[in-house]
């Protein structure tokens, strides 16, 4: 194994790295399984037991459980804030096992209960699930909601939310908002999920662990690729570039692929740039862990959840008029990326009767009230254009002065974004000339808007939508000025990734452990469920098992 260059050990060691864009100066796995090793002489300018690349959930988890077991602990995020996704999620914790909460209401349940869920053959978040994550995550939930509680995670026991997902039973506990929210970093002001990752932070930073943020991972630093532990990572720091030592493990927790639009398309080719990514754009899934352990000969797992078509692989817009707008985010204003970044926080609670869904070429597609796999089918579908052969492109929804009136809306910013997410105009082809947007690559012919209204308003009129079904009550768009507001589906959870086993582990294609490597959250593969419970039983896992071996 190589030696650390700052401990005064040899080092003219054989070492790999293996990048995060799959191009670098070091030896890289082929195409063909051949890798080339190149002798390189690491520089580590920082060395701990336990690095975690990511600060998201499942790295804190991944962090604290390390911390616990005497561990020193680096964690790196290329963001400018700890928490990825977990910051802006709605802090609902799926997490049974017959915790005090769930007694509290009543509720029985068990190890072996969850485990029946989450394999159950009748229900798709479940059949194709890996029994043995399974087994683990069940036989872990109880003990690791109790542990959040012991690290100082305030859930509110009024309430268990569910049944949920495959579960039968309700499982789902909220946490708490951050108490002293510090308003400049308030993101999203309804959610909780601020209380988790703050609370877990202030774990990793009581507890003597570092967070390096504005630190992006593009290398696993591995013995060779193809043996050998993995030694340690090498960041982009902006201004530099530091090479990380981890002499007892490596977790990957960079939080799934879905930023990543050729990863992504692998699983489903029709998932083209235009569509962006629920919690965008606070954090990335950039699948930076994904493609480096891939580049070492790591195997992804149960890639069929990506597109199993249950639950939240895509979305309905349900907030309208901004790049960035989702059906359960609103933006806080204050937030400190709105200005920058976020630019809109949408028009809500959306009555889809009040308006229609255009393709870029300004026809209707499908039931506007619809939201199912059919209605994303449609919205995903390609119409032929000669440069867009995959993906559906920009949907716009339209509607006139009555729709905002009915709504209460007020379409200006920094509820909606002129710059080329919502336009208006005083007649219907002038709204659609004005169209323009990055993922619009020719303007909505005006005619073909016109009509797709005329006729929508005739269907007003007759009491029927003949072409797709709409039910009543329907109305017309008639009255100026008129509006279109970027309503394109969102992706959401990445729910295929890495393999691991139940230490949390990383496996190659030959089904072999890679030493020193591990991953956790999203950005792992072999278990179908939403969000942060597994994401904190597998992060807590592997910083224990790197640290502990148990
Ligand atoms: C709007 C929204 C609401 C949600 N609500 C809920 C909910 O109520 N309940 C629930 O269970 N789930 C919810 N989720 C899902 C949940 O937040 C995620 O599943 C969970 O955060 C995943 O944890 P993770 O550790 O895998 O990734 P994350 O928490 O996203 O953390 C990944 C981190 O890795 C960092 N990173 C990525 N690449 C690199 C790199 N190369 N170098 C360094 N750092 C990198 C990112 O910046 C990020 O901080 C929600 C998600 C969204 C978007």
């Known amino acids: 194994m190589a030696k650390n260059k700052n ?55 991944g962090g604290i459980s390390a911390l616990e077991h005497g561990a020193s602990v680096i964690l790196v995020d290329e963001n400018t804030d700890i928490g990825g996704h977990g910051m802006i999620s709605g802090g609902n914790v799926h997490l049974g096992g017959g915790h005090s909460i769930q007694r509290k209401h009543g509720i029985e349940d068990s190890a072996d209960k969850i485990y029946d869920d989450w394999i159950r053959p009748d229900h798709p978040l479940a059949r194709y699930n890996d029994r043995d994550l399974v087994r683990v995550f069940a036989d872990e939930n109880l003990s690791t909601f109790n542990w959040l509680v012991d690290n100082g995670v305030d859930f509110d026991d009024e309430q268990v939310i569910g049944p949920q997902m495959a579960s039968t039973i309700p ?18 002001p309804t959610r909780g999920g601020d209380g988790l990752v703050r609370a877990l932070e202030k774990k990793v930073r009581d507890g003597g662990g570092t967070i390096l943020l504005r630190h992006r991972m593009t290398e696993i630093i591995r013995e060779t690729p193809n043996s050998g532990r993995v030694l340690g990572i090498t960041v982009d720091a902006g201004d530099k570039t530091l090479n990380i030592r981890a002499t007892k493990g490596v977790l990957i927790a960079t939080g799934g692929h879905s930023n990543n639009v050729n990863l ?232 295929t990734g890495l393999r691991i086993n139940t230490s949390s582990q990383v496996i190659n294609m030959h089904g072999e452990v890679i030493e020193g490597l591990y991953a956790a959250g999203e950005c792992q593969g072999g278990f179908n469920q939403h969000g942060l419970g597994r994401s904190i039983v597998f992060g807590r896992i592997a910083g224990r098992h790197a640290t502990a071996n148990t």
């Open 171 to 188: 499982r789902q506990v909220r946490v708490r908002p951050w108490p002293n929210r510090d308003e400049r970093y308030i993101y999203v």
């Open 7 to 61: 401990d005064g050990l040899n080092r003219r060691d054989f070492l790999t790295k293996a990048t995060a864009t799959g191009v670098g100066t070091a030896a890289l796995t082929s195409a063909s399984g051949q890798t080339s090793a190149q002798e390189t002489d690491i520089h580590w300018d920082l060395t701990a037991d336990f690095v975690s690349i990511g600060a998201g959930v499942s790295g804190l988890a």
């Open 264 to 495: 992504r398309r692998v699983f489903d080719a029709r998932l083209t740039e235009e569509y962006f990514v629920s919690g965008d754009p606070y954090s990335r899934k950039s699948g930076d862990g994904e493609i480096a352990a891939m580049a070492l000969g790591a195997s992804l797992w149960g890639t069929s959840a990506q597109t199993n078509e249950a639950e939240r692989c895509l979305r309905k817009a349900g907030t309208i008029g901004g790049e960035f707008c989702e059906s359960s985010l609103h933006w806080h204003p204050d937030s400190p990326i709105f200005d920058e970044k976020v630019r809109a926080s949408g028009l809500t609670n959306i009555n889809w009767a009040n308006l229609i869904l255009v393709t870029q070429d300004g026809v209707r597609f499908y039931d506007e009230t619809a939201n199912d796999y059919d209605f994303m089918a449609a919205a995903l579908a390609s119409r032929g254009e000669p440069n867009k052969r995959n993906g559906g492109g920009p949907i716009w929804a339209i509607f006139d002065a009555d729709a905002v009136a009915r709504q209460g809306w007020n379409p200006t910013p920094p509820n909606v974004d002129p710059n080329g997410y919502f336009f208006s105009a005083d007649t219907i082809p002038e709204l659609a000339s004005k169209i323009e947007n990055p993922h619009q690559p020719k303007p909505m012919p005006g005619d073909v808007l016109e009509n797709s209204v005329t006729r929508f308003n005739s269907f007003v009129d007759t009491g029927i939508d003949a072409d797709f079904g709409k039910p009543q009550p329907m109305y017309k768009i008639q009255t100026p000025p008129f509006y279109a507001a970027w309503s394109t589906p969102t992706i959401h959870d990445s729910y």
